[in-house]
């Protein structure tokens, strides 16, 4: 019989050689022979991430604990693992018994800080973060990290310290740049278009750093009123950034035309068995239209929680939609024309239990995917006792703010103004559709009101959320829980109303945008 080492061995050259079915074969054989061999498990757990097969990890992970129990590189692997498979709620519970660890390596440090932080526990995340930089001061890469977890939870002079450091090493850093671009709200007196400038004169073989530059001087030109250098900044950004991307327009103006003859009010009236689960209340509507600002009103309040900007419900769609005929849809017509036969009591059911977040339960949680709004005829079928809530705002006000946003793996739309200008109106088509077909289903908050007079509309959304009215909500800046969206910093300060007419600064250049829109009114 051959050693354990030797067989461990062989499943190690398996793997390397991309032999992974012969890998796994040999895999269980050693554990079955040699179920007390710590290294066998280590290595279980190793393959079976390679196949991506995470919960295989943990239980492979948990033999492992069983011969070393609480060895601390035991439990990360148990964390990620978790975390791969969707089981947030164990991931945050198994990294609770990590909370005195102290590495003595950065890269270690970080890569479980930036674990962390997609756990949402960023405070813990920031400890790492910290330590990683205590380990390695040389590195402009943990600087960033920790930039952005400061970021995240609302510490902006130490956000800003640590991009100030991060770019005295990396004076390039397009990321960084960006990020201390949108800190503040910049003044003639006090800003970083110098420092964005020479960055700029760095860029020339990168369209990725230069967009990003290009971006953050749009930003600041913009803070201090130098209205045409800060366009041209944002028409060079938007489009390198478009230019560098695979998306065809058409694809979603059909999709949206497809939702609406689908989803009739005949087949809205004829109901479903949908889940009674009356937790989650969704907020919808165009990204930059105040769905950030009107999901930390509800979040502070005592029995509300945030589940962020979750994907849970799309991704539990196709789930569905898989179901009824074995392989996923082909295209987006097919989603949406195969998603009337899913079973809507298990779309709302596992839709909960995943997007709900981790941590202490409590009455509701606040989803605030802005597409969504694809979905509302669904959600309504799916979970008719949950709570959508539209956002609207000034049509041109909303593109241009979209426009100027330099979003991260979405909202392709975003950086032409033609194609943001058509998918406006078809969006606007499609939610006018659900209020016509829906009639009561959803509450409508109007930006503009909730900004110039926000006491009586955070009243009328608590009441159609049926909560009462806590201090907390109009107070909801003052909210110590993260955030992640673009809006980050925003959401930090009161309501104010210098974002209504923003765009008629540039009232010329966003001509082609307004024509569109107003062709189509």
């Known amino acids: ?95 609770s018994l990590l909370e005195d660890l102290v590495f003595q390596s950065a890269p270690a440090a970080s890569s479980f800080a930036l674990l962390l932080n997609r756990l949402r526990l960023h405070e813990q995340a920031r400890k790492h973060f910290l330590r990683a930089c205590e380990l390695e001061p040389e590195e402009g890469q943990h600087f960033y990290n920790l930039a952005s977890v400061e970021r ?210 409590t009455a509701h949680f606040v989803d605030k995917m802005p597409l969504n709004f694809l979905y509302a005829g669904l959600i309504h079928l799916a979970l008719p006792k949950a709570k959508i809530i539209l956002l609207e705002r000034d049509p041109m006000d909303t593109c241009y703010a979209v426009y100027k946003t330099l979003f991260e793996g979405a909202f392709p739309y975003s950086y032409d103004l033609v194609e943001l200008a058509n998918y406006f109106v078809e969006y606007r088509k499609l939610v006018s559709h659900w209020q016509e077909v829906m009639p009561g289903a959803m509450h409508v908050v109007r930006y503009e009101e909730i900004v110039t007079n926000p006491q009586p509309i955070i009243e009328d959304l608590l009441e159609y959320c049926s909560l009462s009215f806590e201090q907390g909500c109009r107070e909801f800046f003052n909210n110590p829980d993260v955030s992640t969206t673009a809006s980050a910093v925003q959401v930090r300060s009161d309501v104010f109303t210098s974002s209504i007419g923003k765009w008629k600064n540039y009232a010329a250049q966003l001509k082609p945008l307004a024509e569109i829109l107003e062709h189509a009114q």
Not at 80 to 94: I, W
Not at 229 to 241: H, M, N, P, T
Not at 264 to 270: K, N, Q
Request: with cysteine; aromatic share 4%.
């Open 152 to 361: 995240f939870l609302g510490n902006l002079d130490a956000t800003e310290a640590a991009l100030q450091r991060c770019i005295e090493l990396r004076p390039a850093d397009s990321d960084a740049h960006l990020m201390r671009a949108g800190l503040r709200t910049q003044t003639t007196e006090r800003n970083n278009v110098q420092s964005l400038l020479n960055a700029y004169a760095l860029t020339n073989d990168s369209p990725r750093d230069r967009l990003r530059i290009c971006y953050g001087l749009a930003k600041e030109l913009e803070d201090i009123e130098d209205h045409d250098r800060a366009f041209e900044y944002l028409q060079e950004g938007s489009k390198l950034r478009r230019d560098g991307m695979q998306y065809t327009p058409a694809n979603d103006l059909l999709s949206m035309q497809t939702i609406r003859s689908t989803f009739t009010r005949e087949v809205l009236e004829r109901g479903s068995q949908g889940h009674v689960s009356a937790e989650p209340i969704f907020v919808i509507g165009m990204p930059r239209s105040g769905t950030t600002l009107v999901e930390r009103i509800l979040s502070s309040h005592s029995v509300v929680r945030s589940a962020g900007e979750s994907q849970a419900f799309a991704v539990e769609l196709v789930r569905q939609c898989e179901k009824v005929n074995k392989q996923p849809p082909a295209n987006a017509g097919e989603l949406v024309t195969r998603s009337l036969d899913v079973d809507f009591m298990a779309l709302g059911e596992n839709y909960v239990n995943t997007a709900r977040p981790a941590g202490e339960r």
């Open 1 to 95: 019989m051959s050693t354990a080492q030797e067989l461990e061995n062989e499943v190690r050259r398996l793997m390397q050689a991309g032999q992974l079915r012969e890998a796994a074969d040999a895999c269980d054989r050693l554990n079955q022979q040699h179920p007390d061999f710590l290294p066998a498990w280590i290595t279980a757990s190793d393959l079976a991430l390679r196949v991506n097969e995470p919960l295989i990890s943990v239980r492979a992970i948990d033999q492992a604990l069983r011969l070393a129990p609480g060895r601390q590189e035991l439990l990360i692997r148990r964390v990620d693992s978790l975390a791969r498979a969707g089981e947030t709620q164990a991931a945050v519970d198994t990294a």
